[in-house]
């Protein structure tokens, strides 16, 4: 079995799919794991720029069919690695017509493909991935709660939808991302630095929030390994 494919969703953007992206590979790189990044927000690529020199990076449009295929190649050429993909929040479209395409190979790629779902407080990150889950029906689905927008509690809609009782029926985690402060993840993206070379160079204060976070974020972390 080839090393699983992470793909980091919420369709809409602003929901903090790319820091998600970005704790994820910290996570990785400390497990020592070999890994390829595949960018696909090829407008703003921030997540590419930061790890470009840490992990190998692809750069891949999932707004049309060729990009799919590019991506499904790419996932081909390289079992060894786990292969991290980081959606732009206008694939949403280019999931729903072609997603299929992708979802018919995992067989072939003798790869499982495992989808971290971030959502925020609001109605359409929910309902989107209720369209996410009928293009990509064999992908195990995992939904973060980014607490960026508030307390466990208050995701009170998607908590009582059914596309959370689809998720669990299917083996799904409901997960909390931590918090980060704003100025600690804003340093991160102006600076375009890794977590660990971040957790060098920052001033203490900001040193001290980025280890807090990062431990929260390797227990969330650990619990979807330990599926």
């Known amino acids: 079995m080839a090393k699983p494919i992470y793909l980091v969703g919420g369709s809409k953007g602003g929901v903090g799919k790319s820091l998600v992206t970005i704790a994820m590979l910290d996570y990785l790189l400390q497990q020592e794991e070999s890994i390829c990044l595949v960018e696909s927000d090829t407008s703003n690529p921030d997540v590419c720029k930061a790890y470009q020199d840490e992990v190998e990076t692809e750069l891949i449009d999932l707004d049309d069919v060729d990009?799919?295929?590019?991506?499904?190649?790419?996932?081909?050429?390289?079992?060894?690695?786990?292969?991290?993909?980081?959606?732009?929040?206008?694939?949403?479209?280019?999931?729903?017509?072609?997603?299929?395409?992708?979802?018919?190979?995992l067989g072939?790629?003798?790869?499982?493909?495992?989808?971290?779902?971030?959502?925020?407080?609001?109605?359409?990150?929910?309902?989107?991935?209720?369209?996410?889950m009928d293009a990509i029906p064999d992908s195990k689905v995992h939904v973060l709660r980014n607490l960026h927008f508030g307390e466990e509690h208050k995701?009170?809609?998607?908590?009582?939808?059914?596309?959370?009782?689809?998720?669990?029926?299917?083996?799904?985690?409901?997960?909390?991302f931590p918090d980060l402060a704003d100025r600690v993840s804003d340093y991160?993206?102006?600076?375009?630095?890794?977590?660990?070379?971040?957790?060098?160079?920052?001033?203490?204060?900001?040193?001290?929030?980025?280890?807090?976070?990062?431990?929260?974020?390797?227990?969330?972390f650990d619990e979807i390994d330990s599926e």
């Open 155 to 176: 995701f009170e809609l998607f908590h009582g939808s059914k596309t959370r009782t689809r998720v669990e029926e299917r083996g799904g985690l409901l997960l909390s």
């Open 188 to 220: 991160l993206y102006s600076e375009r630095l890794t977590i660990e070379r971040a957790s060098r160079e920052m001033p203490l204060g900001n040193r001290a929030e980025l280890s807090r976070w990062r431990k929260e974020v390797k227990r969330m």
């Open 108 to 132: 072939d790629l003798q790869r499982e493909l495992i989808t971290l779902w971030v959502i925020n407080r609001q109605r359409d990150s929910v309902e989107l991935l209720m369209d996410y």
């Open 67 to 105: 990009g799919w295929i590019r991506l499904i190649n790419f996932c081909e050429s390289r079992p060894e690695s786990i292969v991290v993909i980081n959606t732009a929040a206008r694939n949403n479209k280019g999931v729903s017509e072609y997603g299929a395409t992708l979802n018919s190979t």
